[in-house]
T-cell receptor, first 114, second 116 residues
């Protein structure tokens, strides 16, 4: 079946511009996660959705970062006024609800801020 | 707070030899443990998990891992490595106490290079 998809695969933007990253989870997965992967910081948790609600936003690094999920499916991660330190690969994952279920990851969006 | 340590940045092994990738963890409650593999320019692929039950868990592509509660370890093993196993491997933990939420905490990753 179809896996997690993310778009765009690559995004180059100028410092100060806003960007939107999209995630399409596996159908039927109610849990959705965003992570960031960078050379210096490894894999960092950003935010977790259960349905359309985000009970855990503890990993968002600043108020420039926000995310929403609609219809219990597609999620968008928005970064406002991008900075060079935002350059990273942004990974989305989805899973069934419950702590024992493994997360399935998308291919990621590579964001480069110039 | 939960944490994961992968003490080796890189592991080199000859094809056909046993492969071990080390992982230790720290949690406040009980752990759920996961291994993922990442090939170049790809997302993470799930390999195996420990939830409860037998300490030795078997996963995809001939990999297995052993949960050791006293040593707080979850080392990944493969009896006979293949060149195609060359990739970046991540260990991850989920702490089951409510305050930890649902997130996975990842180790820094171990690059495995299998030489023919």
């Amino acid at each position: 079946g179809a896996g997690v998809s993310q778009s765009p695969s690559n995004k180059v933007t100028e410092k100060g511009k806003d960007v939107e990253l999209r995630c399409d989870p596996i159908s039927g997965h109610t849990a959705l996660y965003w992570y960031r992967q960078s050379l210096g910081q490894g894999l960092e948790f950003l935010i977790y959705f259960q349905g359309n609600s985000a009970p855990d936003k503890s990993g968002l690094p600043s108020d420039r970062f926000s995310a929403e999920r609609t219809g219990g499916s597609v999620s968008t991660l928005t970064i406002q006024r991008t900075q060079q330190e935002d350059s990273a690969v942004y990974l989305c994952a989805s899973s069934h609800a419950g702590p024992g279920y493994e997360q399935y990851f998308g291919p990621g969006t590579r964001l480069t801020v110039t | 707070a939960q944490s994961v340590a992968q003490p080796e940045d890189q592991v080199n092994v000859a094809e056909g030899n046993p492969l071990t990738v080390k992982c230790t963890y720290s949690v406040s409650g009980n752990p759920y443990l996961f291994w993922y593999v990442q090939y170049p320019n790809r997302g993470l692929q799930f390999l195996l998990k420990y939830i409860t039950g037998d300490n030795l868990v078997k996963g995809s592509y001939g990999f297995e891992a052993e949960f050791n509660k006293s040593q707080t370890s979850f080392h990944l093993k493969k009896p006979s490595a293949l060149v195609s196993d060359s990739a970046l491997y991540f260990c991850a933990v989920r702490d089951l106490i409510k305050a930890a939420g649902n997130k996975l905490t990842f180790g820094g990753g171990t690059r495995v290079l299998v030489k023919p």
